[in-house]
């Protein structure tokens, strides 16, 4: 935890500029002091067909999930500081950022030990 998902047009991000921009929200991710840095999860999903505002305008979402458990204002601070690594790299580009609380009832996973091939 947690999967910090960019959804993104096309034509915002260069294909080649990708993992920079990822390894950037990791960062920030773990710069937060939020997440032990071994379980941030960053990935991107790139749209073909779009519209925004009714018109093809370039545009990335992040999609950050979270167990639940932060406060409002940790929430707010990991919103704001994932747009801002999207600001400072994606001018003209629609940006937005969503923390989403995932219900722990309803998750599951399996998280291999690092003699299991998994991460330290």
Same mark, same amino acid.
């Given at each position: 935890?947690?999967?910090?998902?960019?959804?993104?047009?096309?034509?915002?991000?260069?294909? $080649?500029?990708?993992?920079?921009?990822?390894?950037?929200?990791?960062?920030?991710?773990?710069?937060?002091?939020?997440?032990?840095?071994?379980?941030?999860?960053?990935?991107?999903?790139?749209?073909? $067909?779009?519209?925004?505002?009714?018109?093809?305008?370039?545009?990335?979402?992040?999609?950050?999930?979270?167990?639940?458990?932060?406060?409002?204002?940790?929430?707010?601070?990991?919103?704001?500081?994932?747009?801002?690594?999207?600001?400072?790299?994606?001018?003209?580009?629609?940006?937005?950022?969503?923390?989403?609380?995932? $219900?722990?009832?309803?998750?599951?996973?399996?998280?291999?030990?690092?003699?299991?091939?998994?991460?330290?």
């Amino acid at each position: 935890m947690p999967h910090l998902i960019l959804e993104y047009a096309e034509d915002a991000v260069a294909r $080649d500029e990708l993992p920079a921009l990822l390894a950037e929200v990791h960062e920030v991710a773990r710069a937060t002091g939020l997440f032990a840095e071994s379980r941030i999860k960053v990935r991107a999903r790139p749209v073909a $067909d779009y519209l925004t505002g009714g018109e093809r305008r370039p545009f990335v979402h992040a999609e950050l999930r979270i167990q639940a458990g932060r406060s409002p204002e940790e929430r707010k601070r990991l919103a704001e500081a994932v747009l801002a690594i999207l600001r400072a790299r994606l001018a003209g580009t629609v940006l937005t950022a969503e923390v989403v609380e995932m $219900d722990s009832a309803a998750y599951a996973r399996f998280y291999p030990e690092p003699e299991e091939g998994g991460p330290p």
